[in-house]
């Protein structure tokens, strides 16, 4: 009989959260394990009858929320998958910061293991003492990247077009990209945005002025996205991953990314790192253009590096979870 692992996740709305998540249960491991997605409610009531083996939690900790780790500890053995907070998370959005980090070690004591997803998240994890070393985990986030990377590598265009997508949120920063493409005005270039969210009507109308940006609404097939574009940007304030840049890198295309978290680990010789702001994100822009114009086969270059560079990582990141799941059946015997 195939050992029961609950995977507990509320909020189904976070696009890198819910396709990485959902990628594992549709991968070859539920040949071996029996993966369920639930909500909590849902967990406890079914975990008398499933008697899992492991309970993976996928939401972001909070004080109300440790309530919650208490019961679904007292059913199983628990893991905490931190997907939500990081260094720059805390800087821009903890007033109290005693308070927060309070809070999380408290949250991932409850926890047999807690898995960071980047190593920059790992480090601060580790620096603040968040949680002890024994109990912590890395495994860099990965999603199922077959179609990302058959897509196939067209040639750069007289005009280059840029893009960026994901949910309109403070998080992910596209107002300072378009306030960057305000900066320049007289660049020749096209910016497509896709994706949804809370601040969409303010952002289209930031926009509503300059002809070179379109807003192509939420996206039901990225790849056939990023098969438009020539880079993309990602300006996020704080990622403590990002898959928008793995699933990029696996399309073949060069990125522009900020400077933090788990952005910056992902880029080696295959884009530009900058810092979280318009005159950086200005700069960086500008100067892709001009390497289109006077060596457009580094672009090229930099979309086979980063291509090549994920080649592998969800089977890596199949093995890792593997690894861990039977390590945990092992121990409770």
Not at 75 to 86: C, D
Not at 199 to 220: C, H, M, S, Y
Not at 223 to 249: M, T, Y
Not at 307 to 313: E, K
Request: hydrophobic share 45%; net charge positive; glycine share 6%.
């Amino acid at each position: 009989m195939k050992p029961s692992i609950l995977h507990v996740l509320v909020d189904r709305n976070i696009g890198g959260v819910t396709a990485s998540v959902s990628s594992l249960l549709r991968s070859r491991l539920a040949e071996k394990f029996n993966f369920l997605l639930l909500t909590p409610q849902e967990a406890f009531s079914k975990a008398s009858k499933l008697k899992p083996e492991l309970i993976v939690v996928h939401d972001a900790c909070s004080w109300k929320f440790v309530f919650t780790l208490l019961r679904l500890r007292s059913q199983s053995k628990l893991i905490i998958q931190e997907h939500h907070y990081s260094e720059a998370f805390e800087a821009l959005n903890v007033s109290s910061k005693w308070r927060f980090r309070l809070m999380l070690k408290l949250a991932y004591s409850i926890a047999n293991r807690v898995i960071a997803i980047s190593y920059a998240q790992m480090n601060w994890m580790l620096e603040h003492k968040l949680v002890r070393h024994r109990k912590l985990t890395i495994i860099q986030q990965s999603r199922v990247l077959d179609d990302f990377l058959v897509i196939p590598i067209k040639p750069l265009g007289e005009r280059l077009v840029l893009g960026a997508y994901g949910r309109f949120s403070a998080q992910k920063g596209i107002d300072l990209l378009l306030e960057a493409m305000h900066g320049l005005p007289d660049l020749d270039v096209e910016l497509l945005i896709g994706g949804y969210g809370e601040n969409e009507q303010l952002l289209k109308q930031f926009a509503e002025n300059d002809r070179r940006i379109k807003f192509v609404g939420q996206l039901t097939n990225v790849p056939q996205f990023l098969e438009s574009c020539d880079i993309i940007v990602i300006p996020s304030r704080w990622e403590p991953w990002g898959n928008v840049c793995l699933e990029a890198k696996a399309a073949g295309k060069p990125v522009i990314v900020t400077s933090l978290d788990g952005l910056s680990e992902q880029v080696d010789n295959c884009g530009l790192v900058v810092g979280a702001n318009v005159e950086d994100l200005k700069e960086a822009i500008a100067k892709v253009a001009n390497i289109h114009k006077t060596s457009p086969q580094t672009l090229s270059s930099w979309g086979e590096n980063g291509r090549d560079s994920v080649r592998g990582a969800w089977e890596r990141y199949l093995a890792e979870w593997e690894a861990l799941f039977w390590q945990f059946r092992k121990s409770s015997k």
